[in-house]
């Protein structure tokens, strides 16, 4: 039923989240702390099973985890079944190359109508982030449940009648589809510190991937994150294994909703991703190089998967990063490559019989491979390749190395029957139709507000509470300041409608409540005055003043920090606003929205309380629950830190364990309503930088297209017809449907390139280097600057950018919309700093697009003479990175 999360959650007692809390903080509370892991037989190969369970029936978060020798065998709560192999071999059999290969691939929905779906007999479908039917951001359940239908119909017109699979990440709530409730990201949700809250959140998902007719949800994410740097922290749980072991087998208990033999009826598929040690890269780098031993990998970045496989789960991605420490030996690189990872561990040892499916074009970043081509993936063990937009290419080029024995037909037949195997599981062989299943279209189904609030309080982590200032009295009249109050956009933060996060208003949003709303419903309207920049307001007029600051939206790439982890630095005008307000008299409570813990000394010293609400979904009313007396029922603040908050700016990695682990606040740590700890003035030491030195300095231009490309550098355009890039030929030409290239004189004859947006969708003009990157830290060093020359013929109508890349999704982009725009009329010569980009966390180690234009409107503009120049960005006619707008 689709009330039956918040059912069950009426049910439980309290005593069940506080006896998880006890046992986090070291007290059994009389259970007792062995975990259920043990050796098998005379094999001495550890078994892991189901995890002990709290008095609730959940998944208990363990005071101790066994260290294990090797590998585990993982029993799944989904048994083998004799009947399903008997019937997925025969029909394996009886099928084609075609048709294998086509169960194997999953195109993107922009890429693939349902004739292709038909004709290249496609066995699994999935839209990624920004991606809806229509290209509508405002879809309908109904629109969803169409195109789903439309996809389902043209599979079972096959020969096969095999129905396809449609995948979707559904990281905190269905957060692609417009209306429904968001959860908390998993950061608040391991604050909470409670696997019976995950479990009802992975059903309440579950129910509302239903209602828009997906089978498959991209979720959950395992990663045990060692490094905040990282811009998917606010992706992973904790930073404790223990917390990510429990948690991954009640969010897949609750997705999945399994049987011994089967998915619930109304759960999906849950993926535990990403394999392996995302969350352990140098320095936080997204999709970087883990060097763990692999003793580490079993103990640390594993965890997550034993208790995922545990319940059931029935699909696996694989991840970007690498694993290589040549100290050790270990040389599998990326680990979509990887045979040792995916077929020897992940399938032999630990015994996942589910299917495995790569991320995002990861096949490309395999050595000698490209997104449409790589037999040493497949061969490694990866059964369905996500191949979003060369999906023709892919299938041609797998064909022929099957043909020419690259690829063996024995690992084409495995990954065949494992893809069969997990639609028979889900039941998929036996539904009707997508838009006639229970739960289709149900508006009900996609609202869990009742349990994505409880969550809300659950998860917040109250860091100060000087002289007992929280809670706020009910009649209290408060000035509420800062960016974060009223956005629902920065408390969703990425994954949410969009990729990236961005983009996005109150009204996308439209049954969500912000901070601010949940503020003026609880105190009442006319007590709360709202000011974002404090401007204007006298604070001493008030009972207290509430602000609502933290990070802006962000995913992978995008997020990842490179130079400090200052607040104050990342986001100087919330600093500027706590001056505003602080020392007036009364007392600042600053509520902080944030995907990861962040250097927040001078924050703090400016605010006589301070909460953690890291990033609370759509339901902001939650966070005033507890910021005002009796708006909860419960006990008031009970989060506990689930990742240590660190008490300098560059002082990451910090985990428990670590050589000199002193942070701020501990892990476990979190004040209650009746705690009388008083947080003293912290030091607001600033370095300018955290370690990212060397490189010398750059003594040349770096030549990037000079009447022609300038090796390594090639010169491509991408759109949505090909995001993976269509190289400009030697002739200066290429076309999309959204963008086109032609020669141009800018300073001689046909020294340039004249790039036309048609206004049709979303383009991009780039030039990029083969490999791993470039070192461009010297430019950083001697203040270069990109310069350009440029003829605009049309103006931009919509946001563009320039933008370098450090092996994409790792970017930092300036708008140049104004400029481009103001420029007078015929050449000019354009110099942008490229500290700019280094501001927006662009790693100079490795950059291999040092320059990239994108609008998603109409423009026209002919570019030439691309380079870096040492020095230039000191030139009086250089451009301050303030004025870019």
Request: proline residues 6%.
């Amino acid at each position: 039923m689709i009330t039956s999360p918040a059912w069950r959650r009426a049910q439980r007692s309290a005593l069940g989240v506080l006896t998880t809390l006890s046992l986090l903080t070291g007290a059994t509370a009389g259970y007792s702390s062995a975990a259920p892991d043990t050796e098998k037989g005379g094999s001495r190969q550890p078994t892991v099973g189901r995890p002990n369970l709290d008095r609730n029936g959940c998944a208990r978060i363990e005071d101790k985890l066994p260290t294990l020798k090797d590998w585990p065998k993982v029993d799944s709560k989904i048994d083998k079944n004799a009947f399903d192999e008997r019937k997925i071999a025969k029909m394996v059999a009886d099928m084609t190359l075609a048709e294998k290969i086509g169960q194997m691939t999953q195109p993107e929905i922009t890429a693939i109508t349902p004739e292709d779906v038909k004709n290249y007999f496609i066995g699994t479908v999935l839209n990624g982030g920004g991606a809806w039917p229509n290209k509508d951001k405002h879809a309908t359940p109904q629109a969803w449940l169409a195109l789903a239908d439309s996809y389902w119909q043209a599979s079972v017109e096959t020969r096969t009648k095999i129905p396809v699979l449609w995948g979707i990440d559904a990281v905190h709530g269905n957060n692609n589809v417009y209306g429904a409730t968001l959860f908390p990201h998993n950061i608040g949700l391991g604050a909470a510190q409670d696997p019976c809250l995950v479990r009802d959140i992975g059903e309440a998902t579950a129910e509302q991937i239903r209602a828009t007719g997906q089978d498959w949800a991209f979720a959950p994410t395992l990663a045990v994150v060692r490094d905040d740097r990282w811009g998917r922290t606010y992706e992973g749980f904790s930073e404790d294994p223990r917390i990510t072991r429990a948690y991954g087998y009640e969010v897949v208990k609750g997705l999945q909703e399994s049987t011994s033999r089967r998915l619930g009826e109304n759960g999906v598929i849950a993926t535990a991703k990403h394999f392996i040690g995302d969350g352990g890269t140098i320095k936080g780098a997204d999709q970087g190089v883990n060097p763990s031993s692999e003793a580490e990998m079993i103990n640390l970045h594993g965890q997550g998967y034993y208790g995922a496989l545990a319940a059931g789960a029935q699909s696996v991605m694989v991840s970007f990063n690498s694993w290589t420490n040549a100290d050790l030996g270990i040389n599998e690189g990326k680990l979509h490559g990887s045979k040792k990872a995916v077929d020897d561990i992940l399938k032999k040892k630990m015994g996942f019989d589910g299917l495995v499916v790569s991320d995002w074009n990861g096949i490309g970043q395999v050595a000698g491979c490209t997104n449409s081509s790589c037999p040493q993936a497949i061969n490694a063990g990866i059964d369905v390749i996500m191949v979003p937009n060369d999906w023709k290419a892919f299938i041609a080029n797998t064909t022929a190395q099957v043909q020419s024995g690259q690829i063996p037909m024995a690992r084409i037949d495995d990954a065949v029957t494992r893809i069969l195997r997990v639609k028979l599981r889900s039941g998929l062989f036996s539904a009707p139709k997508p838009s006639e299943r229970e739960l289709a279209g149900s508006a009900k189904a996609l609202d869990s507000k009742k349990i994505a609030r409880e969550a809300v309080r659950e998860s917040q982590v109250l860091l100060k509470n000087n002289n007992r200032v929280l809670p706020l009295g009910s009649r209290s009249k408060v000035l509420v300041v800062g960016k974060s109050a009223d956005s629902m956009q920065n408390q969703t933060g990425g994954w949410s409608l969009t990729w990236q996060g961005t983009g996005n208003t109150n009204a996308d949003f439209p049954n969500g409540t912000t901070i601010l709303g949940g503020l003026r419903e609880a105190l009442g309207t006319a007590n709360v005055t709202f000011s974002e920049t404090a401007d204007g307001v006298d604070p001493a007029a008030f009972d207290a003043v509430v602000a609502v600051i933290g990070e802006t939206p962000y995913a992978e790439g995008n997020g990842d920090l490179r130079r400090t982890m200052e607040a104050a630095k990342l986001y100087p005008g919330d600093l500027a606003v706590l001056d505003k307000v602080s020392g007036k008299g009364k007392p600042v409570v600053t509520v902080y929205v944030s995907g990861r813990p962040l250097h927040v000394n001078k924050e703090l010293n400016r605010s006589d309380a301070f909460v953690a609400a890291w990033l609370p979904g759509t339901e902001g009313g939650g966070v005033a629950d507890l910021l005002v007396r009796g708006r909860n029922t419960g006990a008031g603040y009970t989060g506990k830190l689930s990742y240590s908050w660190p008490k300098s700016a560059c002082q990451s990695p910090l985990n428990p364990g670590d050589e000199g682990y002193d942070p701020l606040f501990k892990l476990g740590y979190g004040l209650t309503n009746s705690s009388r700890t008083t947080v003293p003035a912290q030091s607001e030491e600033s370095p300018a930088t955290c370690g990212g030195g060397g490189g010398g300095n750059a003594t040349e231009d770096l030549e990037i297209f000079n009447r022609q490309d300038v090796p390594p550098y090639k010169s491509y355009i991408g759109s949505p017809e090909n995001w993976g890039g269509t190289e400009i030929g030697v002739d200066g030409t290429a076309a999309h449907a959204e963008l086109n290239v032609v020669p141009a004189d800018v300073n001689v004859q046909q020294d340039g390139l004249k790039v036309t947006w048609t206004g049709t969708g979303p383009g991009q003009v780039y030039m990029q280097s083969p490999g791993t990157g470039n070192d461009l830290r010297g430019y950083l060093n001697t203040d270069a600057a990109l310069v350009f020359d440029v003829i605009v013929n049309q103006p931009p109508t919509n946001r563009t950018v320039v933008s370098t890349h450090c092996l994409y999704p790792c970017f930092a982009e300036v708008p140049v919309t104004n400029l481009l725009t103001n420029l007078p009329a015929g050449k000019n010569t354009v110099k942008i700093p490229v500290s700019c980009f280094a501001a927006g966390g662009l790693d100079f180690e490795r950059v291999n697009t040092p320059f990239l234009v994108y609008t998603d409107g109409p423009l026209s503009a002919s570019f030439a003479n691309v380079r870096w120049v040492p020095k230039a960005g000191t030139d009086p006619d250089a451009k301050a990175c303030t004025d870019l707008s």
